[in-house]
């Protein structure tokens, strides 16, 4: 059983950065597309960052083109999501989530979830 667990969310000022990072378990993280997500409070959970199995193809959404980073480490089992020029409106739980190969920006289309870890912008 595929398991995923996020860290390094956290309290940031405006302008701010955080770096996080989703561990997998289960022995097929190195031929899973990983992706992040992100639900801010009575909103739907909205598509970030994905990146396919191998790194070669990212996508981001347009919000946070230019400020975000995916990538993945397969020795280390190991998807991050770099975020740079934080803003208050970045505030949300964010999720990783893995699929097949390929990326996707549809939630429904990714199999296996992590806990989320909460980042809060203050500004």
């Known amino acids: 059983q595929v398991q995923l667990v996020e860290s390094g969310g956290g309290l940031v000022q405006t302008g701010g950065s955080l770096r996080l990072s989703c561990v997998a378990s289960g022995g097929i993280f190195s031929t899973s597309a990983m992706g992040w997500f992100r639900r801010a409070p009575g909103k739907e959970r909205d598509f970030v960052a994905a990146?396919?199995?191998?790194?070669?193809?990212?996508d981001y959404a347009d919000s946070v083109k230019g400020r975000f980073t995916i990538s993945r480490d397969n020795a280390r089992d190991t998807v991050y999501l770099q975020m740079n020029s934080l803003k208050p409106e970045d505030t949300a739980a964010y999720y990783c989530?893995?699929?097949?190969?390929?990326?996707?920006?549809?939630?429904?289309?990714?199999?296996?979830w992590g806990q989320g870890t909460q980042v809060t912008v203050s500004s």
């Open positions: 990146i396919t199995w191998s790194g070669g193809t990212t």
């Open positions: 989530a893995g699929r097949g190969r390929y990326i996707s920006r549809r939630s429904d289309e990714y199999g296996y």
